[in-house]
């Protein structure tokens, strides 16, 4: 008798699932933990992998020639880095450093550049948020540009809080000193003292278990 073939449309096919690959891990990707103030990666490691945060946060920073070092960006859940590798980056140009307890999944180069190949669900999603960064990048070049310190740390604080991810009216902030913020604006730590008490006296943030930030500390930035 003869085998019954079976409709190409019954057939379950199945889908890829992006968070799903990003939540597990597998033989070219492993789940990493580390403790607050851990070494990720350093300055001039090879550069073999691309990184994703699943929980906690990571601070990206530069260090010249001088031994000056300058913090480039403070990540969180959902954020990608170290993907210059992907572009033929042969070491890494900064260093990755947790600043609290940090999971992060450490993707292979070789496995990231497959998925990006053939799972378009994942590739969609990398590529969004590339281009999403590209845009805080440019944006963060007028605001050192154009904006006065005080703009541009109550841009920061709101940023570092996920303004605009969710529609909840506050978002506290993971621990981050005034001396890495007034690193990321580009000013004093005295100034930065100054303009966190004023914010904190006009309503914009609050310290209760954290700093927590109000979304209308929006009104500073949109201020002429």
Known sequence: MAAAVKNPRTVKTSIFDAQAFLDSAGVARKVKEFEKKEAIFSQGDAAKNVLYIQRGGVRLSVVNETGNEAVVAILGPGDFFGEGCLAGQPIRIGSATAITATTVLVIEKKEMIRVLHVEHAFSDRFIAYILSRNIRVEEDLVDQLFNSS????????LLLARYGKED???????????????????????RVNFFMNKFRKLGF????????????????????
């Open 150 to 157: 005080e703009k541009r740390l109550a841009r920061t604080l």
């Open 205 to 224: 943030i609050k310290y209760n278990g954290g700093l927590h930030i109000d979304t209308s500390l929006l009104s500073v930035v949109l201020h002429d």
């Open 168 to 190: 909840k009216p506050q978002k506290m902030l993971p621990k981050i000193s005034q001396e890495m913020l007034a690193e990321m604006v580009g000013t004093t730590r005295s």
